[in-house]
């Protein structure tokens, strides 16, 4: 009888240890399963912020914040199925942008914002989504700035907080630098005389004088301080990040980008692929 016990008793055991053996196993494969169909734990909607003056990318038209940057966040939010605070992208102006993210006010920011290892440091950034690049604008009839060189002992005007401002500081130190906090002041500024040139990104510069600018400007020089352009994102949500690159990565395949891309820099570029850099 005390066999016959210790018998079960031994059966007993090895079956539970079987249990649980096979428990285990299936919840690593239920994991593997959820990684690999890109699940990850986001939150039902999230705050997103833009600028409002950096055509074509975002700017405001008819009272209303639309542009290139502000189709794609929606698209990428559709896709990777979460919402947008209040149905509404905020905007402030772009050197609050960076702040903004690391304080908790915004969680997701596009604005042409240019991937660079200093804001890496402090926020976290997409899979690049546009080829940027800084360029020069001066006007269609000036014929003595013809490249970087040429900016020495000049004024140009840029934009506040960008990646332009440092590149001039930095490459051109005998140039005076005017920085502005809109795009309208800078182009306002070589217009009327009080500067002599722009360096900002290539794609507003051309989609201004294809379109406001009316040809008053154009492009001169190299495109300097090739860049992309990255989606920001509070630092520390790493299933946030994922979960953009995979929608982003979809939106590629299956042709969403590139309707969104024509329609807003086919006029400016014509046939050319991607354009070039905000800030």
Do not use: H
Not at 179 to 184: K, L, N, R, V
Not at 209 to 214: D, K
Not at 231 to 251: P, Q
């Amino acid at each position: 009888m005390v066999k016959d016990l210790r018998k079960l008793g031994i059966l007993f055991f090895v079956g539970l240890v079987t249990l649980l053996a096979a428990c285990g196993t299936s919840d690593e494969g239920d994991s593997d399963t959820a990684s690999a169909d890109g699940e990850y734990d986001l939150e039902d909607t999230y705050t997103v912020v833009s600028d409002n003056s950096f055509v074509p990318f975002e700017f405001v038209e008819d009272g209303e914040l639309v542009g290139f940057d502000i189709e794609l966040i929606k698209a990428i939010a559709e896709e990777a199925g979460f919402g947008i605070e209040n149905d509404e992208i905020e905007t402030t102006n772009f050197d609050g942008i960076i702040p903004g993210l690391q304080t908790g006010q915004f969680e997701i920011a596009i604005a042409g914002m240019s991937i660079t290892e200093e804001r890496a440091e402090v926020i976290d950034f997409s899979d690049p989504y546009y080829e940027s690049g800084i360029a020069i604008g001066v006007l269609a009839d000036r014929d003595d700035i013809n490249g970087l060189e040429d900016l020495d002992g000049k004024t140009v005007a840029t934009r506040l907080g960008t990646t332009s401002g440092n590149y001039l500081r930095e490459n051109v130190p005998g140039a005076e630098i005017n920085e502005y906090e809109q795009m309208d002041q800078v182009y306002l500024a070589v217009e009327n005389g009080s500067a002599d040139a722009v360096m900002y990104d290539l794609p507003n510069i051309e989609y201004y004088i294809a379109t406001e600018g009316n040809g008053s400007m154009k492009v001169v020089g190299e495109l300097y301080q090739a860049e992309d352009y990255g989606i920001g994102i509070t630092a520390g949500n790493e299933d946030l990040v994922a979960a953009i690159n995979d929608a982003l990565a979809t939106l590629r395949e299956n042709g969403t980008y590139d309707e969104i891309y024509n329609k807003w820099f086919s006029d400016a570029e014509g046939d050319s692929e991607e354009g070039t850099e905000e800030d």
